[in-house]
């Protein structure tokens, strides 16, 4: 595997021209990680350093979002599509172009592999007090578990390294998923009992973690070939765990959805995990145009807004990429509905009980630039601009608005959704940016405790306790309930299910880089695969249709192929081991 060697070398000689916030994490300049240098207290550090950068290249780009969210029941393809992960074209799909899953298997076997290091010469390190190596050595562990945990789920069997590699080696074949998720969860494990339960520093690894990975592993690993009978018990312990001891951690759910993704709060007390970025652009990518580190999730769900009257691109309302647009059954998952699915909302107060979607979706544009794009001069800057009301309004409203003064604005129903214009998950809204274009500066959020409730539901459903489930359901819908109006979004036991639990997961955790993964684990009632069945079902994955404003879908049904609950390995990783590392079927 040359490919990891190589990227290992330039990501440490990047490390080398680095210097970090203080506020985050200290790096000091070094050149390359060698095992002499991993024995000391600076290599130890710089090692460390390098695994955490790795972060900040696995989440955050498009690689990221195309193959966590595209091609699934929450988003249908953007105007521009990405080696066809949004509707597995099979022209395009391949393991030469699948250009995102390349970079995904490099960056994860580049950070093992510097974790190995420190893992494997770190302990006889020089210099460096013992709780300061043990808490390092800890911190390290999760992070390969996390890399080890992305890998297994995207590309099944791996190869599983766990000794430093420092030199060109094409000897690697794929181990078996139940020997990688038994690294997985060694390395969990062993972490818990060292690690420290709070960070020193935003962005420090902590026990809380662990114990959030732990869960969602052996959940995870419940519907995996390697699973095992105690696979749902472990994973409620251990997310019952951390639910039950959050304070222990400084852990606790944010009273107001909004602000779950509140900009300057991506350290706050829900959050468990995330990866930095900060304004030096020494650190992070920051200009928004050299690619490798950045956080660019605020241009991939956001519609053209640009292109349309009164409007000009400008920062707070964000670079419009619009890669993924939302796909019908996720703007309607936020209505409340009845046990048998019937709506308790109409009109306007559709979405209105379940604060989510007006609180992470943005419906209304305001005018920042009257007369552009063929619009009025007469607009008033901060008038209303652009409107998605997410139903289908009347022809005496819609009259209305076209006579409205001083100037009109433009209306897209759901019948008028497209590729280009559509409502925009504003979670990632960046207002703290140098430039129109430039990338963001917020951390990105990888694992927060709202997830740890769903884990626990999920495992204690499969344990056959709905009650249970019910009550974990329940403390996240009740959240984000209206005020004098969380009593309804509360369900009975009855009502649990695996499609339940899949819509809330959705609903809650939209655009968190967890979507494809959480269908691909899971199965119908009827052992059917979640992915293949919900993206098969047009109610889910809208098909590819021209409207009146543009087309709106994908062929994502058409499309999908039985193998593609697997992503294909990189043909570069096929060919540097002469076939010794396989492909997936299908690819």
Same mark, same amino acid.
């Given at each position: 595997?040359?490919?990891?060697?190589?990227?290992?070398?330039?990501?440490?000689?990047?490390?080398?021209?680095?210097?970090?916030?203080?506020?985050?994490?200290?790096?000091?300049?070094?050149?390359?990680?060698?095992?002499?240098?991993?024995?000391?207290?600076?290599?130890?550090?710089?090692?460390?350093?390098?695994?955490?950068?790795?972060?900040?290249?696995?989440?955050?780009?498009?690689?990221?979002?195309?193959?966590?969210?595209?091609?699934?029941?929450?988003?249908?393809?953007?105007?521009?599509?990405?080696?066809?992960?949004?509707?597995?074209?099979?022209?395009?799909?391949?393991?030469?172009?699948?250009?995102?899953?390349?970079?995904?298997?490099?960056?994860?076997?580049?950070?093992?592999?510097?974790?190995?290091?420190?893992?494997?010469?770190?302990?006889?390190?020089?210099?460096?007090?013992?709780?300061?190596?043990?808490?390092?050595?800890?911190?390290?562990?999760?992070?390969?578990?996390?890399?080890?945990?992305?890998?297994?789920?995207?590309?099944?069997?791996?190869?599983?390294?766990?000794?430093?590699?420092?030199?060109?080696?094409?000897?690697?074949?794929?181990?078996?998923?139940?020997?990688?998720?038994?690294?997985?969860?060694?390395?969990?494990?062993?972490?818990?009992?060292?690690?420290?339960?709070?960070?020193?520093?935003?962005?420090?690894?902590?026990?809380?973690?662990?114990?959030?990975?732990?869960?969602?592993?052996?959940?995870?690993?419940?519907?995996?070939?390697?699973?095992?009978?105690?696979?749902?018990?472990?994973?409620?312990?251990?997310?019952?765990?951390?639910?039950?001891?959050?304070?222990?951690?400084?852990?606790?759910?944010?009273?107001?959805?909004?602000?779950?993704?509140?900009?300057?709060?991506?350290?706050?007390?829900?959050?468990?995990?995330?990866?930095?970025?900060?304004?030096?652009?020494?650190?992070?990518?920051?200009?928004?145009?050299?690619?490798?580190?950045?956080?660019?999730?605020?241009?991939?769900?956001?519609?053209?807004?640009?292109?349309?009257?009164?409007?000009?691109?400008?920062?707070?309302?964000?670079?419009?990429?619009?890669?993924?647009?939302?796909?019908?059954?996720?703007?309607?998952?936020?209505?409340?509905?009845?046990?048998?699915?019937?709506?308790?909302?109409?009109?306007?107060?559709?979405?209105?009980?379940?604060?989510?979607?007006?609180?992470?979706?943005?419906?209304?544009?305001?005018?920042?630039?009257?007369?552009?794009?063929?619009?009025?001069?007469?607009?008033?800057?901060?008038?209303?601009?652009?409107?998605?009301?997410?139903?289908?309004?009347?022809?005496?409203?819609?009259?209305?608005?076209?006579?409205?003064?001083?100037?009109?604005?433009?209306?897209?129903?759901?019948?008028?959704?497209?590729?280009?214009?559509?409502?925009?998950?504003?979670?990632?809204? *960046?207002?703290?940016? $140098?430039? &129109?274009?430039?990338?963001?500066?917020? @951390?990105?959020? #990888?694992?927060?405790? =709202?997830?740890? %409730?769903?884990?626990?539901?999920?495992?204690?459903?499969?344990?056959?306790?709905?009650?249970?489930?019910?009550?974990?359901?329940?403390?996240?819908?009740?959240?984000?309930?209206?005020?004098?109006?969380?009593?309804?979004?509360?369900?009975?036991?009855?009502?649990?299910?695996?499609?339940?639990?899949?819509?809330?997961?959705?609903?809650?955790?939209?655009?968190?880089?967890?979507?494809?993964?959480?269908?691909?684990?899971?199965?119908?009632?009827?052992?059917? *695969?979640?992915?293949? $069945?919900? &993206?098969?079902?047009?109610?889910?994955? @809208?098909?590819? #249709?021209?409207?009146? =404003?543009?087309? %709106?879908?994908?062929?994502?049904?058409?499309?999908?192929?039985?193998?593609?609950?697997?992503?294909?390995?990189?043909?570069?990783?096929?060919?540097?081991?002469?076939?010794?590392?396989?492909?997936?079927?299908?690819?």
């Amino acid at each position: 595997m040359k490919k990891i060697v190589l990227s290992l070398l330039s990501a440490v000689l990047l490390v080398s021209a680095t210097s970090c916030n203080k506020d985050i994490l200290d790096e000091n300049a070094l050149s390359v990680l060698t095992p002499s240098l991993l024995q000391t207290s600076q290599g130890v550090e710089a090692g460390v350093t390098g695994a955490y950068s790795g972060l900040r290249q696995l989440y955050g780009n498009e690689g990221d979002a195309f193959a966590t969210e595209a091609g699934t029941d929450a988003f249908t393809s953007g105007i521009q599509s990405n080696s066809g992960l949004n509707d597995y074209d099979n022209n395009a799909l391949t393991p030469l172009n699948d250009g995102a899953h390349g970079y995904r298997w490099s960056i994860c076997y580049t950070q093992i592999n510097t974790i190995n290091g420190v893992l494997q010469y770190g302990p006889n390190a020089q210099g460096i007090t013992p709780a300061r190596l043990t808490q390092l050595l800890a911190e390290v562990k999760v992070m390969r578990a996390n890399y080890y945990f992305t890998l297994v789920q995207d590309f099944g069997d791996v190869p599983l390294q766990i000794t430093f590699v420092d030199s060109p080696s094409k000897d690697f074949t794929r181990a078996p998923q139940a020997d990688v998720y038994a690294q997985i969860i060694k390395d969990l494990t062993e972490a818990l009992a060292t690690i420290a339960d709070k960070s020193a520093q935003p962005g420090r690894i902590t026990r809380a973690a662990a114990l959030h990975l732990l869960a969602k592993v052996y959940l995870t690993r419940a519907t995996s070939p390697a699973k095992q009978p105690t696979d749902y018990t472990l994973a409620a312990q251990y997310a019952k765990e951390l639910i039950d001891n959050q304070g222990r951690y400084g852990l606790g759910l944010e009273a107001d959805v909004a602000d779950v993704h509140r900009e300057g709060n991506e350290n706050g007390k829900e959050v468990i995990m995330n990866a930095q970025f900060n304004g030096d652009a020494t650190f992070s990518r920051i200009d928004g145009s050299t690619y490798g580190g950045e956080n660019a999730m605020n241009f991939f769900f956001r519609s053209q807004y640009d292109q349309l009257p009164n409007m000009n691109r400008d920062i707070n309302n964000g670079r419009p990429f619009a890669r993924l647009a939302p796909t019908f059954f996720l703007i309607n998952s936020y209505i409340l509905r009845d046990a048998a699915g019937n709506a308790l909302e109409s009109g306007p107060t559709l979405r209105t009980t379940d604060t989510r979607y007006n609180k992470w979706f943005t419906s209304v544009y305001r005018v920042n630039t009257p007369g552009a794009n063929g619009g009025s001069t007469a607009a008033v800057v901060g008038d209303t601009s652009i409107w998605y009301p997410g139903r289908e309004l009347s022809a005496a409203k819609l009259a209305q608005i076209a006579a409205r003064k001083p100037a009109p604005y433009r209306v897209f129903q759901p019948s008028q959704l497209t590729t280009q214009f559509f409502p925009t998950m504003n979670k990632y809204d *960046s207002r703290a940016r $140098t430039s &129109v274009n430039g990338f963001s500066i917020r @951390p990105v959020i #990888v694992y927060r405790l =709202a997830e740890t %409730y769903l884990i626990a539901a999920e495992a204690y459903f499969y344990l056959g306790n709905s009650a249970q489930a019910a009550t974990y359901l329940n403390v996240v819908r009740e959240r984000a309930g209206a005020t004098g109006q969380k009593q309804l979004m509360d369900i009975t036991a009855s009502r649990v299910n695996i499609d339940f639990i899949l819509d809330e997961r959705l609903r809650e955790l939209v655009g968190e880089q967890t979507r494809w993964q959480d269908l691909k684990r899971t199965t119908t009632a009827s052992g059917a *695969s979640q992915l293949l $069945t919900r &993206v098969r079902n047009t109610n889910y994955a @809208p098909p590819l #249709v021209k409207n009146s =404003a543009g087309v %709106y879908g994908s062929n994502a049904a058409i499309n999908i192929r039985d193998f593609h609950v697997l992503r294909p390995v990189p043909q570069t990783e096929v060919d540097r081991t002469s076939g010794k590392i396989t492909q997936n079927p299908g690819y």
